[in-house]
């Protein structure tokens, strides 16, 4: 059986030595939330047992008091996750606990293996059987299998196997282990966190903003290559393998992190925040105001304001209590999808040349609604911009894009895209004012999306264009 589809946008914690691990996980996720709203889970161990909740939904309406008092222990891993609906979503959901020959094991995981199937089908060949159809499973399968003696070994090992993007975090009986993939596509944030009576918590997570709130300081990032453990013994750190050229997603910094947080140890809220700088230089409009689709596009529509002195306003009002599914009536309501989550302020767009900026455009149908919307509400001219380059190509390292012929980029020209949402003009930042944005200045980031140049040999470039799900 091949993968259904990869886990996509997920964020993830972990915390070592808090008598209220499980509680500190449940903050921490909740922070994260923004990375996957599915499905989540924490599992959590005192040091002799592995417990674990897991559902979809999310965080706040999971992690009830009662769940989490089921939840004891000093230590704790917690997952949340964006997929596609269907019967294989919580069987997906994670954290993965298995017992196995090295013991009781959990473990979670942010990005994509991009030569899982390969594994899969050998270990099944084997005779491995899978619960699940999600990649994250091949890791536990190959632990269990490793010759290794000890956890660490057989971790080791797996890590050395597993090709692509990962950010992992481990629940052992008595120990946490983290890792990172050599090229440090996905972000994992180092905390501690000083106890009342006068031991040290250790945390990780996705992002900084899951610190914030649990009142973690941050200490820095796990490495590329990078695995640290903590236990009993205290905190250890190795490099499980030598960095490989550095690949850091810069649409972490475009729009999946919040602006925060501290992402490769940079602010998000200075990226973005010169994302929009850079365009208003490079993509100069002349209107009456810069109004940013809300709430992606905030933090470079007011570096578009500051840039170009055209006021900031909230021109499009952003309802944040839209739900799954919503009928709608049978006498059409205009606009009635896009309305439920976005509503235009009349009284700012009216006779108005308004600039809109938004963070990137996918498939183009979003800003194709919101510029008629925009238009409807009175403006007499709207220039769309973006503070990304095109979308051109697939992420294969856990960013949920769709295949390239649902790219609006990858298909049409730029005035081409201009026609199909409607804009007076339309413009993208540049690759190299991206580059400046996110102050690369040694080539650590990966811009694949954007070039379609991957920095990973990609062996099923077919089936993984095959397993992609539908956003
Ligand atoms: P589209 O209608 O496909 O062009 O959607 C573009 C919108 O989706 C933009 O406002 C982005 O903020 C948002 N977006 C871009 N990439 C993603 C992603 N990977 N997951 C969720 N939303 C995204």
Same mark, same amino acid.
């Given at each position: 059986m091949l993968f259904d589809k990869f886990h996509e946008e997920c964020g993830v914690f972990a915390v070592y030595g808090h008598p209220e691990a499980a509680n500190l996980a449940h903050l921490g996720l909740h922070a994260l939330q923004h990375r996957g709203q599915e499905s989540a889970g924490i599992a959590s161990s005192d040091g002799k047992e592995i417990y674990c909740h897991k559902a979809m939904g999310h965080i706040a309406d999971i992690f009830t008091a009662g769940v989490l008092n089921q939840l004891p222990g000093h230590m704790a891993i917690g997952h949340t996750r964006y997929s596609t609906a269907g019967d294989t979503a919580l069987l997906n959901a994670q954290p993965f606990a298995v017992s196995c020959g090295k013991g009781k094991v959990a473990v979670a995981h942010n990005g994509?293996?991009?030569?899982?199937?390969? @594994?899969?089908?050998?270990?099944?060949?084997?005779?491995?059987?899978?619960?699940?159809?999600?990649?994250?499973?091949?890791?536990?399968?190959?632990?269990?299998?490793?010759?290794?003696?000890?956890?660490?070994?057989?971790?080791?090992?797996?890590?050395?196997?597993?090709?692509?993007?990962?950010?992992?975090?481990?629940?052992?009986?008595?120990? @946490?282990?983290?890792?990172?993939?050599?090229?440090?596509?996905?972000?994992?944030?180092?905390?501690?966190?000083?106890?009342?009576?006068?031991?040290?918590?250790?945390?990780f997570a996705s992002e900084t903003c899951?610190?914030?709130?649990?009142?973690?300081?941050?200490?820095?990032?796990?490495?590329?290559?990078?695995?640290?453990?903590?236990?009993?013994?205290?905190?250890?750190?190795?490099?499980?393998?030598?960095?490989?050229?550095?690949?850091?997603?810069?649409?972490?910094?475009?729009?999946?992190?919040?602006?925060?947080?501290?992402?490769?140890?940079?602010?998000?809220?200075?990226?973005?925040?010169?994302?929009?700088?850079?365009?208003?230089?490079?993509?100069?409009?002349?209107?009456?105001?810069?109004?940013?689709?809300?709430?992606?596009?905030?933090?470079?529509?007011?570096?578009?304001?500051?840039?170009?002195?055209?006021?900031?306003?909230h021109g499009l009002i952003r309802n944040h209590y839209v739900g799954r599914t919503f009928i709608e009536p049978s006498q059409a309501i205009r606009h009635f999808g896009v309305r439920l989550k976005l509503n235009p302020v009349r009284q700012l767009l009216d006779g108005k040349r308004v600039v809109l900026v938004d963070d990137s455009l996918v498939r183009g149908t979003t800003m194709r609604k919101i510029v008629r919307m925009v238009r409807d509400a009175g403006a007499v001219e709207v220039h769309v911009r973006i503070s990304c380059p095109p979308t051109v190509s697939p992420c294969f390292y856990g960013v949920d894009t769709p295949t390239k012929d649902?790219?609006?980029?990858?298909?049409?020209?730029?005035?081409?895209?201009?026609?199909?949402?409607?804009?007076?003009?339309?413009?993208?930042?540049?690759?190299?004012?991206?580059?400046?944005?996110?102050?690369?200045?040694?080539?650590?980031?990966?811009?694949?999306?954007?070039?379609?140049?991957?920095?990973?040999?990609?062996?099923?470039?077919?089936?993984?264009?095959?397993?992609?799900?539908?956003?």
């Open positions: 994509n293996l991009t030569n899982a199937q390969e @594994l899969r089908r050998d270990l099944e060949e084997q005779g491995s059987i899978f619960q699940a159809s999600s990649d994250t499973e091949v890791i536990l399968h190959l632990v269990a299998r490793s010759n290794q003696r000890t956890l660490e070994g057989a971790l080791r090992e797996a890590l050395l196997d597993i090709q692509g993007a990962f950010s992992l975090v481990f629940l052992a009986e008595d120990r @946490l282990i983290v890792a990172r993939d050599p090229h440090g596509f996905r972000p994992l944030a180092m905390g501690q966190l000083k106890l009342t009576d006068g031991t040290t918590a250790y945390v899951a610190f914030d709130l649990i009142d973690a300081r941050y200490v820095g990032e796990v490495q590329p290559g990078e695995m640290v453990i903590v236990g009993p013994a205290g905190v250890w750190r190795e490099m499980y393998t030598p960095a490989k050229e550095r690949a850091q997603c810069v649409f972490e910094h475009v729009y999946f992190s919040r602006p925060d947080s501290i992402v490769f140890g940079r602010a998000v809220q200075e990226s973005r925040e010169q994302l929009g700088r850079l365009l208003a230089r490079e993509s100069p409009a002349e209107a009456d105001i810069v109004v940013p689709v809300p709430d992606s596009g905030v933090s470079a529509a007011l570096g578009f304001s500051s840039a170009s002195d055209i006021p900031f306003r649902e790219l609006i980029a990858a298909n049409e020209t730029i005035d081409e895209i201009r026609e199909h949402i409607g804009a007076d003009t339309l413009a993208y930042l540049s690759l190299e004012g991206l580059r400046r944005a996110v102050a690369d200045t040694d080539h650590h980031y990966c811009y694949a999306c954007y070039t379609g140049s991957y920095p990973t040999q990609l062996v099923n470039v077919e089936e993984l264009m095959m397993s992609r799900p539908n956003r």
